[in-house]
C-alpha cells in the first residue's frame, strides 16, 4: 500500500538541508573540518568518477573481465589487510553462522561486477549512468517485496520522472545494442538486489557485521569463484598479456585503488554528512562522469537525449531530497 505525503515535501526537504548546513556553521564547525569534509568529497568524486571511465577503457582495449575483477579485488584485499594491520580499521574473524550468507552475497558481487564490466564494454559512459540512476528505485522495490518497507508518495512520482528519463534518453541513444542494454539493465537489478540482501544481513538477519566487515569478506570469498572463471578465460596467461600492455596495466592498477578508496572516502564522509547531503552529492558525480566522458569517450548526443538525461537526473534529486533522515545513532548501528 502506498502511502500519501504532501507534494511540499520535496521544498521542505531542501530548505531543511540548507537549514542543517546553516546550524553547524552556527554550532561553530571549524575551518579545519570544513576542509576536512570538502577534500573527501573532492576525493570521493574523483574516485568515483575515475573508475567509471577507466574501467571503460579497459573493458575496450583488454576484454578480459574476470583477470580485471581479480586483480582490483586483490587490491581491495591487500589495502583493507593493510589499513587493519596499521589499527585504521578492524576486520572481524567469520563465525560460522556467518559464512552461508556471506558465500551468497559473494557469488551475488561476482555477477555485479560481471554484469559492470560487460554493460560499459557495449554502451556509452551517458547511457550507463542514466540506467544506473535506477537503482535506488529498484532497491526500493525490492525492499518494499522482501524486507516489506513501505513506499511512499514521492518516491513513487520520482521513480517515474526518472524511468520517463531513462525510456527518452535510452531511445535517442542509437549506439546502443541489445546485448548492452540487457547487461545495463541486469547490473542494475543485480546491484538493487544486493543491496537489499545486504541491507538484510546487517539488520534483519542479525549477523553482527558491520559494512567494511560484510565488505571484506565478500570479497575474499568470491575468489575462488573468480579464479575459476578466470581460468576459463585465459588466466594466468591474460597476466603476460596484460602485463606486455603497460598503458592498460597501470590503469587496472590505478582502478583498484580508485575502487578502494571509492568505500573508504564514503565511509569517511558517512561520519561527517549527513546520508542525503551524500546522495546529492552522487548525483552530481554522475553528471560530471557524463561530462568528462564528452571529452574522454565521446559518443554521440541528441538533444532530446540530454533532455531525457536532465529529466533523469531530476527525479534522482527528487528522491533523495524527500527521504527522511534517520537518526545519526541509528545510523552508526548499521554501520
Not at 556471506?102 to 550507463?128: M, N, R
Request: proline share 3%; net charge positive.
Amino acid at each position: 500500500t502506498v502511502s500519501h505525503r504532501p507534494s511540499v515535501h520535496l521544498k521542505a526537504a531542501f530548505w531543511q538541508l540548507l537549514h542543517n548546513m546553516a546550524q553547524a556553521n552556527e554550532d561553530g564547525v571549524s575551518g579545519g573540518k570544513a576542509v576536512k569534509v570538502l577534500l573527501l568529497f573532492l576525493g570521493h568524486a574523483s574516485c568515483s568518477i575515475f573508475l567509471v571511465l577507466c574501467n571503460k577503457t579497459i573493458s575496450s582495449a583488454f576484454p578480459y573481465a574476470w583477470t580485471v575483477v581479480f586483480l582490483q579485488n586483490v587490491g581491495t584485499i591487500v589495502c583493507s589487510a593493510g589499513l587493519h594491520a596499521l589499527g585504521k580499521v578492524v576486520l572481524r574473524p567469520l563465525q560460522r553462522h556467518q559464512v552461508f550468507p556471506l558465500i551468497l552475497d559473494a557469488c551475488w558481487l561476482v555477477a555485479v561486477l560481471w554484469s559492470s564490466f560487460k554493460a560499459l564494454e557495449e554502451v556509452s559512459v551517458p547511457l550507463y549512468v542514466v540506467v544506473r540512476n535506477m537503482v535506488p528505485f529498484l532497491t526500493a522495490i525490492c525492499e518494499r517485496v522482501a524486507l516489506k518497507k513501505p513506499m511512499d508518495t514521492m518516491l513513487v512520482v520520482a521513480l517515474l520522472i526518472t524511468f520517463a528519463g531513462t525510456i527518452l534518453y535510452s531511445l535517442t541513444d542509437f549506439t546502443v545494442l541489445l546485448n548492452g542494454a540487457m547487461f545495463a539493465v541486469s547490473n542494475a537489478l543485480l546491484v538493487a538486489g544486493m543491496c537489499t540482501y545486504e541491507r538484510y544481513l546487517m539488520t534483519t538477519a542479525n549477523l553482527g557485521m558491520s559494512a567494511i566487515d560484510i565488505n571484506f569478506h565478500r570479497v575474499t570469498l568470491s575468489m575462488p569463484l573468480i579464479l575459476i572463471l578466470g581460468y576459463c578465460e585465459g588466466m594466468p596467461g591474460t597476466f603476460f598479456a596484460l602485463a606486455s600492455r603497460r598503458f592498460e596495466a597501470g590503469l587496472v592498477l590505478a582502478s583498484a585503488g580508485a575502487a578502494f578508496g571509492i568505500g573508504t572516502l564514503l565511509l569517511a564522509l558517512q561520519a561527517e554528512v549527513s546520508a542525503t547531503t551524500i546522495q546529492v552529492a552522487n548525483v552530481a558525480y554522475k553528471c560530471a562522469t557524463t561530462a568528462v566522458s564528452r571529452l574522454t569517450h565521446p559518443s554521440e548526443l541528441t538533444q532530446m537525449g540530454l533532455v531525457g538525461y536532465a529529466v533523469c537526473t531530476s527525479g534522482c534529486l527528487v528522491y533523495t531530497l524527500t527521504r527522511k533522515q534517520a537518526p545519526k545513532s541509528s545510523d552508526k548501528k548499521e554501520k
